[in-house]
């Protein structure tokens, strides 16, 4: 079974299940503010669930575009490809 641990979302303030990833022996950066942007909050959010981040992406794309480095782009775009987000 994968491991797991719980996280709250800055946002929504629900709890949301965090993933270890094996190949980088860390938790997935997936759902850190910080790896998107290189360093910046969004309305000083830094952990987002899934649900937020494709919120932040649909509802608030000014700010996302602003916000997320431009090499980061391809991987969030093929995360709602393969339906990781
Ligand atoms: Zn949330």
Redo the contacts with the bound molecule.
């Keep these: 079974m994968a491991k797991t641990k719980t996280e709250i979302?800055d946002?929504?303030k629900?709890e949301f299940k965090r993933k270890w990833s094996g190949g980088r022996n860390d938790w997935s950066q997936i759902n850190d503010i910080h790896y998107w942007t290189e360093g910046k909050d969004w309305k000083g959010y830094k952990i987002?669930?899934r649900?937020?981040l494709n919120y932040w992406f649909e509802e608030e794309g000014d700010s996302f575009h602003e916000l997320v480095s431009r090499k980061k782009l391809p991987t969030f775009y093929s995360y709602r490809a393969n339906g990781t987000l």
Aim: glycine content about 0%; charged content about 25%.
């Design positions: 979302c946002r929504c629900k987002l669930c649900p937020c």
